[in-house]
């Protein structure tokens, strides 16, 4: 899926003449048989809800974090553990490079979740993930993005349900954070993901596929805890498909419903 400024864009992958692998390698058949109706949907979906004007925030006085390594691999720090808040979504972050990374993490996986298109869990998504000044402003943007029309065209009603034999999938899956810029205020961290997204059901024109992206957080520390300033999504790092086969609608949906969360935490 391609995610950016270019709002409703959806881009075509052509085989390359060279022997990069990422240009003819064979997909597998889930993601070849991704409908049209699923790209336009999901990209639609998550820009909606990203492209906001009031970007940024905590960039200019950001310091670089040349100091930090470019991959660190999660180690005990003796801070205290965070605390699922309010809405289920960890709060608490440990005030530093770490917290925030942790706080990156998380609200990833809260902003590309199934629950972001439930009205209800919507606005406790909001409240909890951003900081206050822009929590209005956004409630009125996610509103819009995910309208009853819009729902509709990807298989959920009004309240974000899927039909009864079915169930929405939209899961993230942090692969890794980095440190862009940090100061005591203000952090930029990017999260590498993985993700799955579609719906499981036998008749569904939008089955459960996958993607690789990465998302750019800008962080404020705002009463006592890393909140969201505002945020980004761009396509990859990707590996090769693999041959993986596809599991059945079925199969998915028990997946979902049996297997958990994480709270990520360095």
């Given at each position: 899926?391609?995610?950016?400024?270019?709002?409703?864009?959806?881009?075509?992958?052509?085989?390359?003449?060279?022997?990069?692998?990422?240009?003819?390698?064979?997909?597998?058949?889930?993601?070849?048989?991704?409908?049209?109706?699923?790209?336009?949907?999901?990209?639609?979906?998550?820009?909606?809800?990203?492209?906001?004007?009031?970007?940024?925030?905590?960039?200019?006085?950001?310091?670089?974090?040349?100091?930090?390594?470019?991959?660190?691999?999660?180690?005990?720090?003796?801070?205290?553990?965070?605390?699922?808040?309010?809405?289920?979504?960890?709060?608490?972050?440990?005030?530093?490079?770490?917290?925030?990374?942790?706080?990156?993490?998380?609200?990833?996986?809260?902003?590309?979740?199934?629950?972001i298109l439930k009205p209800d869990r919507r606005a406790?998504?909001?409240?909890?993930?951003?900081?206050?000044?822009?929590?209005?402003?956004?409630?009125?943007?996610?509103?819009?993005?995910?309208?009853?029309?819009?729902?509709?065209?990807?298989?959920?009603d009004e309240n974000g349900n899927a039909a009864p034999?079915?169930?929405?999938?939209?899961?993230?899956?942090?692969?890794?954070?980095?440190?862009?810029?940090?100061?005591?205020?203000?952090?930029?961290?990017?999260?590498?993901?993985?993700?799955?997204?579609?719906?499981?059901?036998?008749?569904?024109?939008?089955?459960?596929?996958?993607?690789?992206?990465?998302?750019?957080?800008?962080?404020?520390?705002?009463?006592?805890?890393?909140?969201?300033?505002?945020?980004?999504?761009?396509?990859?790092?990707?590996?090769?498909?693999?041959?993986?086969?596809?599991?059945?609608?079925?199969?998915?949906?028990?997946?979902?419903?049996?297997?958990?969360?994480?709270?990520?935490?360095?």
């Amino acid at each position: 899926m391609s995610l950016g400024d270019d709002t409703g864009r959806t881009r075509t992958r052509l085989p390359e003449a060279s022997g990069d692998p990422y240009g003819g390698a064979r997909r597998n058949g889930r993601s070849s048989s991704r409908s049209l109706v699923t790209v336009v949907g999901v990209v639609v979906l998550l820009i909606a809800a990203i492209a906001f004007a009031n970007r940024g925030g905590g960039d200019s006085d950001a310091e670089e974090g040349g100091d930090s390594p470019k991959a660190a691999a999660t180690a005990p720090t003796g801070e205290k553990p965070v605390s699922a808040g309010a809405s289920g979504i960890p709060a608490g972050f440990a005030h530093d490079r770490q917290g925030a990374e942790s706080a990156a993490a998380n609200y990833a996986v809260a902003l590309v979740s199934a629950d972001i298109l439930k009205p209800d869990r919507r606005a406790e998504i909001v409240r909890q993930v951003f900081v206050a000044d822009k929590q209005t402003s956004l409630e009125n943007r996610f509103d819009k993005a995910y309208s009853k029309e819009f729902l509709s065209t990807i298989g959920l009603d009004e309240n974000g349900n899927a039909a009864p034999g079915e169930a929405y999938v939209s899961r993230t899956m942090p692969i890794g954070t980095k440190v862009i810029g940090y100061s005591d205020t203000n952090a930029t961290v990017d999260v590498w993901c993985s993700g799955v997204f579609g719906t499981a059901g036998e008749k569904t024109t939008n089955p459960v596929t996958s993607d690789w992206f990465t998302m750019t957080l800008q962080l404020r520390w705002a009463d006592g805890d890393w909140k969201v300033d505002s945020f980004a999504q761009k396509d990859g790092p990707a590996p090769v498909p693999g041959d993986d086969k596809a599991s059945t609608a079925e199969e998915m949906a028990k997946a979902v419903q049996e297997y958990g969360g994480f709270t990520y935490a360095r």
